[in-house]
Structure formats: structure tokens, C-alpha cells
């Protein structure tokens, strides 16, 4: 089984920067797709970005030209640096991969557990 570990979450005031960090225990044999996800308070998640196995990347419109999703191959793991942050930022935000864990394995995906963020004004 895959297990995915996020971490740089915190508090930070507006304006503020903060990068989160989603380590996989292991490596897929075949990777799609990458991503942040963020659930505000009283809200339904929401798609923050995500990186295809070709690198091609989308960003919510709320967070584009603020926040930029990243990979690091050697060591499994992918990013979220987070630039000007807002109130309206705050959240929990969880990390996904979509793939195949084995060469027969059906197409999964696997999440975090959840990280806090939380901007003051």
C-alpha cells in the first residue's frame, strides 16, 4: 500500500508564504497525476493544483500565479509552494496521486491525511 505524508502546513498572516510537502512511501509503477486538494471551513473540497505524468499542471483560478505545484522523481514527493497568502486560503489541504501501483494493479488513488493551513488578516 501507498501512504502518502504531508507536512509545512501551519499558520502564517496575509501576505505570508508557506510550502507543503507530500512524501509517497513508495514509488508507482506508473504515475498519472499529482495533486493539492483544500476543504475550507464549511466548504467541499476543491481541486488547488495538480502536475500530469508529462508535467502539464492546472490551478484553481484562485490560487493561479500565487501558488505552484512541483515533483522531486528521486524521492517521491511532491510540493505546493503557497506565495501571498490569503484568509480565503485557509483550509486543510491533502495531497493525492492517481496511478498504478503494480504493473496489474487497477488505476487507484491515494490521499494524505490532511494538513492545516491557517492565514490571518
Known amino acids: 500500500q501507498v501512504q502518502l505524508v504531508e507536512s509545512g502546513g501551519g499558520s502564517v498572516q496575509a501576505g505570508g508564504s508557506l510550502r507543503l510537502s507530500c512524501v509517497a512511501s513508495?514509488?508507482?509503477?506508473?504515475?498519472?497525476?499529482m495533486g493539492w486538494y483544500r476543504q475550507p471551513p464549511g466548504k467541499e473540497r476543491e481541486l488547488v493544483a495538480n502536475?500530469?505524468?508529462?508535467?502539464?499542471?492546472q490551478y484553481a483560478d484562485s490560487v493561479n500565479g500565487r501558488f505552484t505545484i512541483s515533483r522531486d522523481r528521486a524521492n517521491n514527493a511532491h510540493y505546493l509552494q503557497m506565495t501571498d497568502l490569503k484568509p480565503e486560503d485557509t483550509a486543510i489541504y491533502c495531497c493525492?496521486?492517481?496511478?498504478?501501483?503494480?504493473?496489474?494493479?487497477?488505476?487507484?488513488?491515494?490521499w494524505g491525511q490532511g494538513i492545516q493551513v491557517t492565514v490571518s488578516s
Open positions: 493525492e496521486l492517481e496511478g498504478l501501483q503494480t504493473i496489474l494493479a487497477p488505476r487507484t488513488e491515494y
Open positions: 502536475m500530469t505524468w508529462l508535467e502539464e499542471t
Open positions: 513508495r514509488r508507482l509503477y506508473k504515475l498519472f497525476v
